[in-house]
């Protein structure tokens, strides 16, 4: 009989490990604050928005770096890759301008 078992864990299983790995957090923060569960979901809003807002960021820094360099090489798709920037810029303001509506609405912060 082997005390280690080998076999490796599922998908589910994983997910399932990481969201209560990302859980945990929250629950100690909401028993921290008195039990008040709205306080930390709007904290959780804020991180997630932060991460949006950090990757949206580095997708932007990529695209520039790209769109730069294909038009000192001459790529032919140069002007795409510039129409995809404009697009993301577009959506990454669309995504802040949601956000803030939706602040301001009192629909986020009431959780």
Do not use: C
Request: charged share 5%; proline share 3%.
């Amino acid at each position: 009989m082997h005390l280690y078992n080998k076999q490796t864990p599922s998908t589910l299983q994983k997910g399932a490990a990481s969201l209560l790995l990302f859980m945990l957090p929250l629950i100690s923060q909401a028993q921290n604050t008195g039990g008040n569960l709205a306080g930390s979901l709007t904290s959780v809003k804020d991180w997630i928005v932060g991460i949006v807002n950090v990757v949206f960021v580095i997708v932007m820094v990529v695209g520039v770096i790209k769109v730069v360099g294909g038009f000192i090489q001459g790529n032919p798709n140069a002007t795409r890759n510039l129409v995809y920037l404009i697009v993301a810029a577009l959506v990454w303001f669309g995504f802040s301008v949601l956000i803030g509506d939706f602040s301001s609405l009192g629909a986020i912060e009431n959780i």
